[in-house]
RNA sequence: AGACACCUUUUCCG
DNA sequence: CGGAAAAGGTGTCT
């Protein structure tokens, strides 16, 4: 305990780090971290050991951090070559360029080095994260067959999207079996559309006895069911972990109500990656997006009148 | 920019908080507390106003929390009785101890009360979550209040006080999510210290549009507010009705430049009246104004300088 | 910060 | 029509 204390009075104070005169941001990244510092230290020290005398509770989720996040745009081949800072300046020479080449760097370094051989590809992001470590992802790709399907199973595929999100949105759904449906509405949101694909779906499966495999590419769909994220928004009375307001309850408890008597496998497929079935849905759901005279989506529109 | 880093500099720095001979757990607590503020305050200001001259991310979501849980085992009946710091004392005791009986608790009081009746139960939680600690559910019973308080209010409570007043003082500030700030000088008066933690309360909700309500046991300060006291002082040139000199304009001419932005409610609650928030804010109050290295509150210095 | 999805613009190639 | 790259954004969650 006093060996940690010590260790963190080894640290100079904030003071010492010349902030107190404030001219430029580079002194506000020094007090972050120098803050971060302590207590990624003491984070670490009470994860190996929870337990010493005075019972310490310190509690970091693993996605707090920090960076200096200014962009250089190397511009390779444009009307004017070079780096710019700024996205609209670098813009200018680019757009409509025939043959343009540029790509956006976190270091200036970096982005010389792109000019002289416009090959080069980004190093690792710069940013420094305190809390549990995120878990690192190194298999490149996910396996195909290594789920279990069971005998007799009705296949569906279910996709939603929206033009311009928000904007005119459709949902496809689509069985095994060739049988299709869709909609759409003249303003919605992309996140709308997949829940609705799935409860369309489900709608029209009611009654069914067999198994069902509903494939769909929204993590937030997926995680909402797999991960009981709806029921628990539910219990809080449709509130998030942090307090704030959950989104899209009305669908989320139209699809909730359809699953007790449904023997249902919620499958996640990565979208656009050649799945003939998920094309399908997609193209379904496009197609209907684009059509003329769609209806309003009551429900989203009420939740924007809400937050408004 | 600067007046993000002028108010960060109100602060005390860490070494006058009390942690220079760092003996105890609490002065662990002030540690944290004082990072947590730095980087709540960063965080206020980034999410307010991501974009300026020097890019900068910073991401801390507000459910990250801290306390310190210090248990205390009072030992009623075992092998030796009395009150123990560690389990493993304490197991000692009673493990093969017929008729043992104990039991643990986070304050030493407690303990004491549970060793001269061991009928003594648990009292309130009075776990300290300081940080950004999730909204509290607390079901229960409130206060029945005369006052109506606005759908999803934010919750500020405040006090200060000083010890002879004039002489050393403090002020703190709690929010209902559990939040806290707290400051002190080494020589203040009563009314500075109330006036400050409003002012600290509200400079850290720089930014909220929720509607605020906020409370504080001085009448001094909430009818400076709710019956224009202040705004008729300042008209006057900082003169009384009766044609001298009010008192404290540094900080009500700070704490009026802070109300045009919020919605904030100002709402007297009686001291020492069992509210538990407000004697956090009393405590928290208190415990600053005793602590050693307190820095000058020069404008109190100032004001007394003109006086003499 | 990370993840998934949904888009808009520009360019290139079939 | 189909494939690729680059930049910008929103809708959602942890």
Redesign the interface.
Known sequence: ??KL??R??CLP???FLG??A?E???N??Q??RY??N??HR?HIYFKKQPNF?????????F?????????FYAVARGRRTGIFTSWPDAERQVKGFAGARFKSFKTKQEALAFLEDPSYTNSASS?KNIGFAPPKKKSGHRQPADYEYPENAVMVYTDGGAIGNPGPGGYGVVFETGESFSGGFNLTTNNRMELLAVIVALEALEGETRPICLHSDSRYVVNGITKNWAKAWKRRGWKK???TPAMNPDLWQRLLDLLPDLDIRFIWVKGHAGNPLNEACDHLANSTARMPGLPDDTGYLKSRKNSA
Chains 1, 2 share one sequence.
């Not at 005398?53 to 989720?61: C, W």
């Not at 996605?63 to 962009?71: A, E, H, V």
């Open positions: 305990m006093h204390f010590n963190l009075f104070p904030p003071c902030y107190r404030p430029t941001g580079g506000m990244l007090l972050i803050c971060f302590i207590l003491l005398d005075t019972q310490m509770f310190l509690y970091i989720p996605f707090c951090s920090y960076s200096l996040t200014m962009k940013t972990s942090d307090g």
